[in-house]
């Protein structure tokens, strides 16, 4: 049966959350296959709104199981916090299952980001100072901590007082602050794990075994394909792999098990932190953009930089991921331009580029190529067929379609679960 991939396909804050909770109710299994709670998704169901953070978005669905796999770094005070929080809310958190490979972020870990991009000063890269590149960093360097690691104290104590031999240098020396206490970060990560061991499986062996018995996966992206470690804006990213192979490493689901990938877009770009954004406005569309999409970081809640449709972002998305079909959201936010610009290519040293610019100085020098197209003032959020569409909205839709490269297979006219076109079933 098939695994599926839902992804971004810009620079994160798509509608991820809106399109998993939509399949969430056709498939067997969510799962968050990377990052960490520096990212969120907003999910509506009828009146009530939900902010995500770390939790799959799954975890609304009550005939889901909720997993968060090995590619994902927990702050486990942050996630336990977000489970009273829905469980307060009438939420079942009980069916959350937790990889036991999957790194756990230290108090160590949010200082040393912190601080690391304030000395950054004007070449910060916009991280949220929540710990999880630093806690990246060490998996890499294959100092970090597992949750496996919290059942057994003598291991734990072992790897936190030699992270801490080395970071307590760096943090007294270089930036001038007080040391991290071992025994107290001890006590802290040992009182999590009673809590959570009742969740906490081997999530790889569990999927596979799933997906052999007829089930079905939704492997759900945090963030987007531009902020990819490899694959993005690069040194503007984050710290793990958002685009489709990384659902493979973040899941222990190997590819040849991936039956579609799907990328959320937005029919306008968006982007939060720094570095480069060829379609950003300064002007007024750009601030209306901002206020009637209602973009603000569900988790930084930092005002997002809004632009025009990006093409050449579009058909890098589909190369990198291999996108199968693009699930386009928020197209009723553009209601009411009298005419809407689309970049369809950029100017780079006075010649015109299709595609992405490999080189990071080009990529920042890059100007977009706009083509106009006439615009609608009709409102779309009732329209749940294509024909409800006002033509020129038809039509924009259309033609993002034949310049993106992969079919619009589902359209968002509003924030609600309902307000959404269908024109291909993704299950």
Not at 234 to 260: E, L, W
Request: aromatic share 8%.
């Amino acid at each position: 049966m098939p695994a599926i991939v839902l992804l971004g396909a810009q620079w994160g804050d798509e509608g991820k959350g809106k399109a998993t909770d939509i399949l969430g109710d056709r498939v067997d299994y969510v799962v968050r296959y990377q990052g960490g709670n520096n990212a969120g998704h907003t999910v509506v169901i009828g009146d009530q709104k939900y902010a995500l953070h770390l939790l799959p978005s799954g975890i609304l669905s009550p005939n889901v199981v909720p997993v968060i796999g090995n590619g994902v770094v927990i702050d486990p005070g942050v996630l336990l916090k977000e489970m009273k929080d829905l469980t307060d809310r009438g939420i079942d958190c009980s069916r959350l299952v937790i990889s036991s490979n999957a790194h756990l972020i230290t108090p160590y870990h949010r200082t040393i980001d912190k601080v690391t991009e304030r000395f950054l000063g004007n070449s910060k890269i916009g991280t949220t100072g929540r710990g999880i590149g630093p806690a990246y960093a060490d998996k890499i360097n294959r100092i970090g901590i597992r949750v496996q690691d919290l059942f057994d104290p003598s291991i734990l104590r072992q790897k936190i007082e030699s992270a801490l031999r080395d970071k307590n240098q760096v943090l007294i020396k270089v930036f001038n602050r007080k040391n991290i206490e071992l025994q107290e970060v001890l006590d802290e990560y040992l009182a999590y794990a009673e809590i959570l061991r009742p969740h906490v499986v081997d999530t790889g062996l569990l999927l596979n075994q799933a997906l052999d018995a007829g089930k079905t996966i939704l492997l759900e992206g945090s963030q987007g394909t531009l902020l990819d470690v490899d694959h993005g804006t690069y040194p503007f990213v984050t710290s793990s792999n958002p685009t489709a192979g990384g659902a493979c490493t973040g899941s222990g689901i190997g590819p040849t098990k991936i039956t579609r990938v799907i990328g959320i877009i937005k029919a306008y770009t968006t982007r939060v932190g720094s570095g480069p954004f060829p379609t950003e406005l300064f002007d007024e569309d750009g601030e209306n953009l901002r206020r009637i999409g209602g973009e603000i970081g569900v988790t930084t809640g930092r005002a997002r930089r809004c632009g025009w449709y990006d093409a050449p972002i579009a058909r890098y998305a589909v190369r990198v991921n291999g996108l199968t079909d693009f699930f386009l959201t928020k197209l009723d936010v553009l209601t009411g331009w009298e005419k809407i610009p689309v970049c369809v290519a950029y100017e780079v040293d006075g010649k015109r580029v299709e595609e992405l610019p490999s080189s990071q100085s080009d990529f920042h020098h890059a100007k977009p190529v706009y083509e106009y197209l006439p615009g609608w003032t009709e409102d779309i959020s009732g329209a749940r067929k294509v024909s409800d569409l006002p033509i020129n909205a038809q039509k924009y839709v259309e033609y993002l379609e034949k310049i993106s490269g992969a079919p619009m297979s589902a359209i968002g006219v509003g924030p609600g679960r309902d307000q959404t076109i269908v024109v291909k079933e993704f299950v």
